[in-house]
């Protein structure tokens, strides 16, 4: 498979499986691509090149934003996405993303990785076995990163997949790496690229 951004190629020759229980990292310097590929695999635009097998209502796809209602409160932004979904337990992803004791609080009112715990919450409310994460843990501190990889792991265990963009370590020895350097595609000549914007890589 290849994928492009903004019309410009940024990797090519990328053949991938994921099974039921695997996490896979992605690993790549800035720019190289990571995000353009999991919104393809998302199914947010089509490849370059190549084919998915995946059915498109197989996946949660965690992007930077959280995703969140400003107004609502953490139990009616979970029930929200529940519904949209058809399911989920509201009080248990609560409880796993430690979240409970701010059930009733806007989430205008949240810090920033309250947000980011709350955002994180949505996919246990989703039923989707394949989530395709983009730096998950971006805010969260170092407890509430252990939180999620237990997540991740229970998600595993369930049969789940996970394949996560990230620059940092998530404790989950059990996950394979994969460098996305080697598929880095021959970027066209200054002037030639068309409508290219780095800022979505």
């Known amino acids: 498979m290849s994928v492009a951004r903004g019309g410009v190629p940024l990797i ?3 053949s991938l499986c994921l099974t ?3 996490a896979l990292i992605l690993r790549g310097p800035n720019g190289c691509g990571k995000t353009t590929l999991l919104r393809t695999l998302a199914g947010l635009q089509p490849p370059l090149a190549g084919e998915i097998d995946l059915p498109p209502d197989a996946v949660a796809y965690a992007a930077h934003a959280d995703g969140l209602k ?4 953490v139990r009616e932004n979970l029930a929200f996405w529940a519904a949209v979904y058809g399911g989920g ?6 409880g796993r993303m430690n979240l409970s004791g701010l059930s009733d609080r806007a989430a205008l009112n949240l810090s920033a990785g309250q947000k980011r715990r709350l955002g994180l919450a949505r996919l246990l409310v989703t039923g989707r076995p394949v989530w395709m994460l983009d730096e998950p843990t971006v805010s969260l501190d170092a407890a ?13 265990a369930a049969g789940g997949m996970a394949l996560i963009a990230t620059h940092i370590d998530l404790g989950l020895p059990e996950a394979q790496v994969l460098d996305l350097t080697p598929f880095k595609a021959r970027r066209p000549a200054p002037g030639q690229g068309g409508g290219f914007d780095e800022a979505f890589l």
């Open 144 to 156: 509430s990163v252990a939180l999620f990889a237990d997540v991740v792991r229970g998600h595993l």
């Open 70 to 73: 400003a107004t609502l409160s």
């Open 20 to 22: 039921a229980g695997q």
């Open 12 to 14: 090519a020759g990328l």
């Open 89 to 94: 337990d509201v009080g248990a992803a609560m």
